[in-house]
């Protein structure tokens, strides 16, 4: 472990999804409640770590705000989807601004590159569900002036905007709102993650000619595993246009709860998509529990040796941040 250890603080480990913000924990402080937080990620060596705004989740509509009482947010945070989105978008800023400059929210390519220098560690912001907009086409560009880089277009419902994989959600595709939408994503560089979409939301997805899509988190379908597992269809499609899938750490996707079931799907995942392709989505603080031997982020260099005692270093390192630092440079935007 001492060598992996090594290895986390020396690479650039990336993750492609957290749901920290929505707990509503003091990220500068280190807990032993949940999985992330601030300390617990530098001890990681993570260097790149993807937060995502939940402002719906669970898939009975009206469960979050129930939630979100019990987290103690404050009543003005908990009104509606937007003003959920915002609150976690301003915590996530007042946690970077005290962190004494170790975490910066990254917005650019080169913003990111500059955090690696100088060791800070870069969150990328995304929000779970495009129900966050309420609709409105034109809070796209409000996001994205707040830092945020990508965005889902359903989560565990279907919404105005399309299907999502959850059972019994019918498989429904983009609706024309569901459409506007990815024009707009595509217009101001927001990457759409495919994670809960639909069969035939992913089908009118992938039919736009220029818009960027990769997964946050998922499972692969031929490895086995949980409902919303992605086809190798899609993989090879997710690939082509130069996107990336971060393979989930959750048992209920994986078919299994140890380490071997993860590096099942990063393999499988790896011989479809290619090298390039594939990464870590852990689904931290996601409600879901973890694999075996796994209580949080500082186990992660544990899958690292996992993946190292079959592949070589170089093979690892992309899976293990590589890559998502590849698809984040050419994606969140120049300046």
Not at 5 to 13: A, D, P, T, V
Not at 149 to 169: E, I, K, V, Y
Not at 258 to 274: I, K, L, P, S, W
Request: charged letters at 25%; a neutral charge.
């Amino acid at each position: 472990m001492g060598d992996v250890k090594e290895l986390h603080q020396r690479w650039c480990i990336a993750d492609g999804h957290a749901d920290s913000l929505m707990w509503n924990r003091d990220l500068c402080e280190r807990s032993t409640e949940g999985h992330v937080d601030f300390p617990r990620l530098r001890e990681a060596g993570v260097k790149l770590q993807c937060f995502t705004l939940v402002t719906r989740g669970f898939p009975f509509i009206g469960g979050f705000p129930l939630f979100a009482a019990w987290r103690k947010w404050p009543r003005e945070a908990r009104g509606g989807e937007w003003l959920r989105a915002l609150w976690q978008i301003e915590k996530l800023e007042s946690f970077c601004a005290r962190s004494g400059d170790t975490v910066r929210i990254a917005t650019t390519g080169v913003g990111l590159e500059d955090n690696l220098a100088h060791g800070r560690l870069s969150a990328v912001l995304g929000v779970e569900g495009g129900h966050a907009i309420e609709g409105k086409v034109e809070r796209l560009a409000e996001l994205h002036r707040r830092g945020v880089r990508f965005m889902g277009l359903t989560h565990l419902s279907n919404n105005d905007l399309g299907g999502s994989s959850f059972p019994m959600m019918g498989n429904r595709g983009l609706t024309p709102l569901g459409h506007q939408v990815m024009e707009q994503m595509a217009h101001l560089g927001l990457s759409v993650d495919v994670a809960h979409a639909s069969e035939q939301t992913l089908t009118d997805l992938f039919a736009h000619p220029t818009v960027r899509y990769f997964s946050s988190h998922t499972g692969v379908r031929a490895a086995g595993g949980g409902w919303r597992n992605l086809s190798d269809v899609a993989l090879r499609t997710i690939a082509q246009r130069g996107g990336v899938v971060g393979i989930i750490l959750a048992p209920v996707y994986l078919g299994g709860d140890t380490m071997d079931d993860v590096v099942r799907h990063v393999e499988h995942a790896v011989d479809v998509m290619g090298e390039e392709g594939v990464g870590v989505g852990s689904d931290y603080d996601g409600m879901v529990a973890l694999p075996k031997g796994m209580r949080d982020v500082t186990d992660l260099p544990r899958l690292t040796e996992a993946l190292l005692r079959r592949h070589p270093e170089s093979w690892v390192e992309r899976v293990m941040g590589g890559n998502f630092r590849r698809y984040f440079r050419e994606t969140l935007g120049g300046g």
